[in-house]
């Protein structure tokens, strides 16, 4: 382990895994897994409504949180009406006095509000040029998260054209439209995504029609993608820029956050410790109990999306649900049994899934002998099924098991003399609290292992945030009681945690320049200024004109709901660029429900466009 200085470790450019908690117990199992910052939601105006924490609990949150450097973000990342506007000020000031070190903001009215608090554009301002970057650095935000659909070389340009720090996520499932521009949901069902509240609409199937009867695909997943896994790319992000490494996954059971977030901190660790000029932000090491991978937890297969530039094969048009890792194929049924091509490490109680049908179905194993396996009901596996597994029995009860503890690497100083003795502990980044006694000690009958008794007294931690790893003694000839040098030992760590905690913790509150330009003069319906000190700010900073939000829009007829870098064409192998053989206009059609699509190969993109 590489114990730096505070301060120097404040110089350096520091790296984050940031993760998701949906709760208190999530968020601790994140930072005992080696979390460098946490996302929550608060009560209110967060983008995942079943997601929402009091601010006594984000408290509590940030409490244990700031004893390794962990910083809490908090998500406050809905659009605003004018009428909500103190009501979101309060419940951002509320996050603040609870312990936040940062707000994750989607509507420019909070950075209208004088807050005390470091401000990060959300993904749902959906950043996706360099001039957006730059812009929204120069107007104050210390930090950007990028849109998902963005490949390396944008995100390099992207990190090249700001100041503010670069956040991406590497982990989790995918939007398929433009964060922050989409209206898929609010038009076919009233639910807003950009409200807290969406309905997935894209994970549902729909037939891919010439828009007169005709069905060119029926029910299939058209519009769900797989899920992000960037874990062999996080070197290739430092080197762009990256700084914060964003896992998905607000509403994911504990297991999830447990397993993901220990695999990438495993991923991030290998990275840094190629490159010595960059640090990781937070202090401590939790060694799991387990060997993480993420492809045992909640996944609908593992994809890098556009990381290396637009390509098909990103689609999972058979299920929107978690289809977990593959296991074999099925070589023969056995009455109520099944045998695989080759052996498989399955165990009663596992999960396991197949295409059947067309669509996903799964049972359970109930007993193993040898190769043949007994599922609890046998319909659908015949000779020639992909049998996959979406839940691994004995891999989550070691996760539900799990007691791995973080703790922050200590050193500790022992001196005795005649006059008295001084305790003295020292933790990795250098901060150090000493406590002594004045006595007249009494020589040691046997010196040698009088010593080594005293080492084994100052290393132990107990119940504390410290790992006592190195020990130094002097004067181990003379004799204190193990009453006193335990009661010293509980004072040292104790005052040595307090010093830890009156630590400063450093925040990027930057004022907003009014001489930043937005990149642009007008502002489409699609960018959502609902509220007058939104519209205040983009005013000021050089828009003239900016058309009334679609969110607010009382019919969407003729009005594109969704805007995305994903395109169906492409995917299906009849990209218009190529050799199609679709001609005409294609439409997505579930019941009552029909959009258009449409196809912006200049910028390879497809748009949906609502026609009822």
Same mark, same amino acid.
């Given at each position: 382990?590489?114990?730096? !200085? ?6 350096? +450019? ?12 999530? $968020? ?6 080696? $979390? ?19 601010? /006594? ?26 009428? /909500? ?25 909070? =950075? ?15 950043? *996706? ?26 995100? *390099? ?21 433009? %964060? ?71 509403? +994911?059971?504990?297991?999830?956050? =447990?397993?993901?977030? $220990? ?16 640090? *990781? ?39 929107? +649900? ?11 049924? /056995? ?30 194993? !109930? ?9 609890? =009901?046998? /319909? ?15 891999? !989550? ?26 305790? %003295? ?71 040595? %945690? ?14 907003? !320049? ?6 642009? %003069? ?13 519209? $205040? ?76």
């Amino acid at each position: 382990m590489q114990w730096i !200085n505070f301060h120097i470790a404040l110089s350096m +450019k520091l790296v984050e895994l940031l993760a998701p908690a949906k709760d208190f117990a999530s $968020a601790v199992a994140a930072v005992d897994c080696g $979390a460098d910052a946490l996302y929550i939601g608060g009560a209110r105006f967060g983008a995942r409504q079943a997601a929402g924490n009091s601010s /006594e609990q984000i408290a509590r949150v940030a409490e244990y949180a700031h004893r390794f450097g962990v910083r809490v973000h908090a998500t406050l990342n809905t659009l605003l009406w004018d009428c /909500e506007l103190a009501d979101a000020e309060r419940q951002a000031r509320e996050l603040i006095d609870a312990g936040v070190d940062a707000l994750i903001v989607q509507d420019m009215a909070l =950075r209208r509000m004088n807050l005390p608090v470091e401000l990060h554009a959300s993904t749902q301002v959906s950043v *996706r040029s360099p001039e957006v970057a730059r812009f929204l650095g120069e107007a104050g935000f210390a930090r950007v998260i990028l849109e998902r659909a963005l490949s390396l070389d944008e995100i *390099r340009r992207i990190c090249a054209a700001t100041d503010a720090e670069v956040e991406c996520f590497v982990h989790g499932a995918v939007c398929v439209g433009f %964060s922050g521009r989409c209206f898929f949901s609010r038009a076919s069902s009233g639910r807003s995504g950009n409200r807290g509240d969406c309905s997935q609409p894209c994970r549902l199937p729909w037939d891919l029609t010439d828009g007169r009867g005709h069905a060119f695909i029926r029910s299939k997943h058209l519009l769900s993608v797989q899920d992000l896994n960037l874990s062999q790319r996080i070197g290739d992000l430092l080197d762009a820029g990256v700084r914060s490494f964003k896992i998905e996954g607000r509403l +994911k059971d504990i297991n999830y956050i =447990r397993n993901v977030v $220990a695999a990438y901190r495993g991923a991030v660790d290998r990275a840094l410790a190629e490159r010595p000029e960059l640090q *990781r932000s937070s202090v401590g090491i939790g060694r799991p109990d387990f060997t993480p991978d993420p492809a045992k937890s909640f996944t609908r297969g593992e994809s890098e999306y556009f990381f290396g530039g637009k390509r098909p094969g990103v689609a999972s048009f058979d299920t929107p +649900k978690s289809v977990g890792e593959r296991i074999g194929r099925v070589s023969r049924v /056995e009455g109520r049994a099944f045998r695989l091509e080759q052996d498989a490490d399955l165990t009663p109680g596992d999960g396991i899934c197949f295409i059947h049908h067309g669509q996903l179905a799964g049972t359970r194993v !109930n007993s193993i002998d040898g190769s043949r396996i007994v599922p609890n =009901r046998m /319909e659908g596996i015949v000779p020639g099924t992909e049998i996959f597994r979406n839940f691994d029995h004995r891999f !989550n009860k070691l996760l539900s098991a799990s007691r791995i503890r973080r703790s922050i690497p200590t050193s500790g100083h022992l001196r005795i003399s005649e006059s008295g003795i001084v305790l %003295s502990y020292t933790d990795c980044q250098g901060i150090s609290a000493s406590v002594s006694r004045v006595l007249a000690p009494d020589p040691a009958n046997d010196p040698k292992a009088n010593a080594a008794a005293l080492r084994a007294q100052v290393a132990r931690s107990g119940d504390t945030i410290f790992s006592v790893d190195a020990v130094e003694i002097e004067g181990g000839q003379w004799f204190v009681p193990a009453s006193m040098l335990s009661e010293l030992r509980r004072e040292g760590l104790e005052k040595l %945690s307090q010093a830890r905690s009156a630590l400063p913790r450093p925040h990027r509150i930057l004022p907003e !320049n009014p001489a930043a330009r937005y990149p642009a %003069s007008a502002l489409s319906a699609e960018e959502n200024v609902t509220n007058r000190l939104a519209e $205040a700010f983009y005013r000021d900073h050089g828009v003239r004109q900016i058309e009334p939000p679609l969110e607010l829009a009382r019919s969407f007829g003729g009005a594109r709901v969704l805007r995305s870098a994903y395109c169906i064409r492409r995917e299906i192998g009849q990209c218009l660029r190529e050799h199609p053989r679709l001609r005409g206009d294609l439409y997505l059609e579930r019941g009552a429900q029909r959009f258009r699509l449409e196809f912006d190969c200049e910028h390879c993109e497809m748009n949906l466009i609502c026609e009822k």
